[in-house]
């Protein structure tokens, strides 16, 4: 799937709760996204920060005669995003996309007839959502375990609820104020859904994918561990270029040596990350 150096259109900027932010972008000529893949992007007439940010496509629709219209969901945390949150619509901006390796086990390589847990911390939901759309539009069930430190950093909730029921499964929430769904750590309701499946005498899912902070992901990965689940990351190491020309995104791997975020993946296997 090639990626393509282009101008998007803004259409839409929605502010959400917590400086949360969708965008959406008309691009012609881009491919559709692979879920897990990303762009790299900036905000209108951007001069600082001078780098592009790294933005995985959340929702994309076919926008007519070889146009996509790409969704991108972000949360405000420095210069970048925040020039990103304040495009207006009818603005031109520079996408390069779609970039990376996606969800290597979907299509033929997902799971059979399995349950899969999907586990988003916070903005990490952006990275899921067209895995999301994917397990569900091909029948596969899921349950969507959401967590955040309170109520607002669920974002689009009610869409992952809509998919993951869609599929025959369940959206689960955790927050750490209690504001929303039960109160802890999403890796504690995933864990205490595989003891329970445990305890009856097989594992509750057959896969694990997530996407969140570093130190969520790698409960996830412990977790897949310790119950012999296969499992994917899409990881969010900071970039500089997005196509392998910086060497600056580099993720240490277990079995030793590094692989390149951008290139390699941002989607790993769980078991492949020295966490
Ligand atoms: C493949 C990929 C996909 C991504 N998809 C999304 C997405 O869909 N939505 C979204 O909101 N964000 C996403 N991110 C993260 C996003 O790229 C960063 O939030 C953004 O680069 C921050 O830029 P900034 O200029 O606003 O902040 P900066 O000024 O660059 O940084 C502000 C502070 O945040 C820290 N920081 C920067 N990047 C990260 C990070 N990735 N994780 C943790 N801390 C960080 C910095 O060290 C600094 O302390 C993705 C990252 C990658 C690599
Ligand atoms: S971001 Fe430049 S090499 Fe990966």
Redesign the pocket.
């Known amino acids: 799937m090639a990626a393509l150096d282009s101008r998007g259109k803004v259409l839409e900027v929605r502010a959400l709760p917590l400086q ?1 932010f969708l965008l959406r972008i008309r691009v012609a000529g881009m491919e559709p996204a692979a879920p897990g893949q ?1 762009v790299m992007v900036a905000g209108a007439n951007q001069v600082e ?1 001078y780098l592009r ?4 496509v ?1 929702d994309q629709e076919p926008a007519g005669t070889g146009a996509l219209t790409i969704s ?12 990103l949150a304040a495009c207006l619509p009818g603005q031109d901006v520079p996408v390069l996309g779609p ?2 390796r996606g969800f290597h086990s979907m299509g033929a390589n997902g799971p059979r007839g399995g349950r899969a847990a999907v586990v988003a911390g916070g ?1 990490g939901s ?2 899921l959502g067209l895995l999301a759309q994917a397990l569900a539009r091909e029948g596969r069930p899921f349950d969507f375990y959401y967590g955040g430190r309170s109520a607002d950093d669920l974002v689009e909730a009610e869409e992952f609820q809509r998919l993951s029921e869609r599929s025959g499964g369940r959206l689960l929430r955790t927050t750490e104020d209690g504001t929303a769904g039960a109160r802890g750590l999403v890796t504690e309701a995933l864990a205490a859904t595989l003891e329970a499946g445990a305890a009856q005498a097989g594992s509750a899912y057959e896969a694990l994918y997530t996407c969140g ?2 130190g969520l992901m790698a409960a996830v990965a412990r977790i897949a561990v310790e119950h012999g689940i296969e499992g994917e990351a ?6 500089g270029c997005g196509y392998g020309a910086c060497l600056g ?1 580099a993720v240490e791997l277990e079995e030793g040596g590094y692989a390149l ?2 290139r390699q ?2 989607v790993f296997n769980l078991r492949e990350v020295a966490w």
């Open positions: 949360h990303f920060p940010r790294a933005f995985s959340y991108l969901l972000g949360k405000v945390i420095g210069r970048g995003t925040a020039a970039l990376g903005i952006a990275g902070p570093h899409a990881m969010e190491t900071p970039m995104c975020c951008c993946g941002p």
